[in-house]
């Protein structure tokens, strides 16, 4: 299982930026994908994610509101749209996999792991 997660870069507070994550070579469909982020001396803490088959989400209480996930099942791609972006977003931002979905949104919940990709909110 490949996970690619892009999309990344500088934008100002309160601006918007969607990370798209890629998945390949195996079947989610009774899973999920989740997005977590890991800022600069932090560990790494949830986002968000997505059940494949069903749609539907969970969401930290940092991003609620603000941050939408959805998926694109043809082309097995899921997306973090991020708006009002805060100084406090900045952080490397990864996709994960999980094969089976339960109410642990942790770390070591999640089976597959992308590369990360660097979201800046400069103060």
């Known amino acids: 299982v490949q996970l690619q997660a892009f999309g990344g870069g500088l934008v100002q507070a309160g601006g918007s930026l969607r990370l798209s994550c890629a998945a390949s070579?195996?079947?989610?469909?009774?899973?999920?994908i989740g997005w977590f982020r890991q800022a600069p001396g932090k560990e790494r803490e949830f986002v968000g994610r997505?059940?494949?088959?069903?749609?539907?989400?969970v969401y930290a209480n940092s991003v609620k509101g603000r941050f939408t996930i959805s998926r694109d099942n043809a082309k097995s791609t899921v997306y973090l749209e991020m708006n009002s972006l805060k100084p406090e977003d900045t952080a490397v931002y990864f996709c994960a996999a999980r094969v089976l979905v339960s109410g642990y949104e942790g770390v070591s919940a999640y089976n597959y792991w992308g590369q990360g990709t660097l979201v800046t909110v400069p103060a």
């Open positions: 997505i059940t494949w088959s069903a749609g539907s989400t």
């Open positions: 070579g195996g079947t989610f469909s009774r899973g999920a």
